[in-house]
């Protein structure tokens, strides 16, 4: 995992701007589906429809243009929209891509021990 960095936001968001926010974020996956260097970009939602996921997973050097190049149009939109909760970040990020989780509230977990396949 040291040549990937894997991420998992928890949103916070009203049901009632639910189908608002399925739309935006179909857009953002078509324009994240194109980046070679996205491995994994997964949204999931409650039945409520009241929190979400995102499960995000990079080669390391691939973070930074995601978020200032594809999410950077979608950015205000999405953030009126939702509440980020949490976002826990797994790899050894540099510090380049550490500043910009940064301004997620990026809570980093280092491995110790174990293997990706």
């Known amino acids: 995992m040291k040549d990937e960095v894997i991420s998992i936001f928890t949103l916070r968001l009203a049901p009632e701007n639910f ?4 739309a935006l974020v179909a857009n953002i996956v078509a324009a994240t589906s194109k980046e070679p260097g996205t491995l994994m970009y997964q949204y999931s939602v409650n039945d409520a429809h009241t929190e979400a996921h995102i499960i995000e997973r990079y080669r390391a050097d691939a973070v930074v ?3 200032e190049e594809t999410f950077a149009p979608y950015g205000a939109k999405f953030l009126e929209l939702v509440e980020i909760t949490q976002l826990m970040v797994y790899g050894n990020p540099d510090a380049p891509t550490r500043k910009h989780l940064d301004a997620f509230g990026a809570q980093y977990m280092n491995s110790f021990d174990g293997f990706t396949r």
């Open 19 to 22: 189908t608002e926010f399925k």
């Open 65 to 67: 243009s995601h978020i």
